[in-house]
């Protein structure tokens, strides 16, 4: 049987060409077709015009290995798949007798006789294997075309799910035996993209370009590493990447599959037994949410507060009036008294402070929009840093948070060192 | 100049083709062509390959009137759209000075020394208007093709949006003089979707099916109204359309055109003149976070605090230990004496208390997983309301902050009445 290496999507639906949804089916198919080292080359979105979608099947068909059409199978005049799918492989449908007693027989179960439309479901290409949808009554399509293969599933995703798993996995699994692409994630901190490029640029080389993946949010990189080949020698091969890879990036890589930042910081202070507070002025409770967002953060965080005003700067966390006046809200001064404060007040081992102009009004000359003071104090001091970072307010806000949560982790690191 | 009826998209970027991320920038896309009554018939995802996206492109104009393509403007060597937008058109590419002197000035902006590598973003293709990115650095493309219309876009999706709206929609407006789609967004709170559908359904007959769509999210639904025709035709049209929906749906309206709960709540308190402070437990800053998305929210936004111990109940928010004890963290009484605390602790008018059990761990019997209780305290009282949510972790703390702010809502609106 010949190996499949390189798959097409076609996601079919007037639906999915307006501005409220996306074709997701895609993601689990990418998923899924990675685990046998499959990898989607082009993916496609059309509407429910035969002639199209029957020109893209045959296209694709002719450029890769697997082509997986979802959607448009429904009963309606304007499911138009299995039509498409027929004019593309120059065959006729025919009525299809399997299929019908399942469709039939679905409506039974729910004590309903079967419309009279829904004998369209029920056609079939010839030399199709029809699959039976037990989560739905649109039956799908596995079709070997030329030693390719083109599935056709429903567009509903837990009906594609389904088959996906049911009928195309074994095949795929038949088809490359030994192929698995494994991937691993690193989260890097502190750091942006283009100089993590420049430090690991010489690594493609050796582990091949098409085998890293960089992926930039405000704050933090994502460095995506993969390896095909069989399980085994796939996983020993990222662990060589990841040592290459960790290497050189030293500190700055704050986890390997980790979701982001504060699981980071609440896996190393949970292990530590130690706890944290926040004090947000310029993120307005970002951090805390983003910290909240992970199951099972009440071990760590102890709560923290919003400190929008000056007053409850003073009020709340007793920053003092004349630190405000003197150096202003937004200074490092009120950062280090902010978390210095939270950390007192909530009897936190640690405390985090952040303040700054995320405007996009209220900047100056000299305090621009983007500055952000952030300060982390724990039982040996206070750290504090500042940047002018760029961007719309969620960017600047998003930014202030990673960096506030990037010193935290750091200034753990350094107590764990001594 | 040749009017626009049908579009392609196409989104380059390896990343899309993965498991992780999907092309959102067609739905910003698909909503602005809208308003022109352009519609779109085919998106295509690509990987960073040349030949492919040249092939594309060539293809798509082929069929459209305008072909979208966004991502692959970056300066490194898998950033390859440039290239194949040249290749299309048969052009070669060349360095563009006005485009290098932006990127220089981006980058001088921030102090820094253009790289390199950079001068890849300052090339064009003959005959292309380069597209000046304010918001970073690759600069866009529009070029006319034979009367129809190619535009080429950074894939991030806020320099896109810049692009779209200040490059593409003049050029929409002057070949599409006549056709508009207007549409107008009405905020609904309190009521499920299912609800709604049931109260406005006569509607949809008098105004047409497809023109009314109801979108829900966690508490809030939204009815999205649209009308098209001549500009003044259509917006006499939704004036229509908004008296008769607003008659029905009465204070279960919540704005018009409003971004969200957050937004209508700041507008109205501000006219006002009055302030809150927020008391989470449950939703950990998640209500602070939404209240300073919005700019300028500090005019009525005092602060708050997270109680995500009973610890920082007791002592910042003044909850007393024996409600805790006899009654628990998560009941009305506690969220009631976080609402009252916080109002008092930050001297706002109006105080906001939320406490519940987000999941998935927590839940007993009497007190499972998804029930919260929230409270807002005001100068005149204290009101209190409870409901045990459904979904995960995510959804359970966006029900709870929006339930919250609608509660703060209502009670301002009993407020104006007397």
Known sequence: MRRIELAGCIAVGSELLGDRRLDTNSLTIARTLARFGVRIVEKRVLGDDEKEIAAAIGELLGRVDLVVVTGGLGPTADDVTRAAVAKALHRQLEPHPQA??????????????????????????????????????????????????????????????????????????????????????????????????????????????????????PGVVRLVLAAAGDEERAAGRLDEMEAAFSGILGDDLAGVEASGLPEVILTRMRGQGITLATAESCTGG?????????????????????????????????VRAATLSEYGAVSDVTARDMAEGVRERFQADWGLGITGIAGPDGGTAEKPVGLVYWAAAGPR??????????????????????????????????????
């Open 286 to 318: 970002l951090v805390g949410k983003l910290l909240t967002d992970i199951p099972g953060a009440s071990d760590v965080y102890s709560g923290g507060v919003i400190s929008y005003s000056n007053r409850a700067k003073e009020r709340l966390l007793g």
């Open 381 to 418: 001091g206070t750290w504090h840093r500042s940047a002018v970072f760029p961007g719309d307010r969620g960017m600047i806000r998003t930014w202030s948070a990673n960096a506030a949560l990037d010193l935290l982790r750091r200034t753990l690191l350094l107590g764990s060192d001594s």
């Open 100 to 217: 019908l007693a399942w469709i039939r027989g679905r409506y039974a179960e729910f004590g309903r006789e079967m419309p009279e439309v829904c004998n369209a479901m029920a056609l079939a290409v010839p030399g199709a294997r029809l699959l039976r949808n037990t989560r739905g009554t649109a039956p799908g399509m596995l079709l070997d075309v030329d030693g390719k293969v083109l599935a056709v599933f429903p567009g509903v995703p837990r009906e594609m799910e389904l088959m996906l798993e049911r009928d195309l996995v074994p095949e795929l699994a038949a088809r490359n035996p030994e192929a698995r692409r494994l991937t691993r994630t690193l989260l890097v901190a502190g750091v942006v993209e283009s100089e993590i490029e420049g430090r690991v640029r010489h690594l493609y080389e050796r582990f091949g370009r098409e085998n890293v993946t960089i992926l930039a949010a």
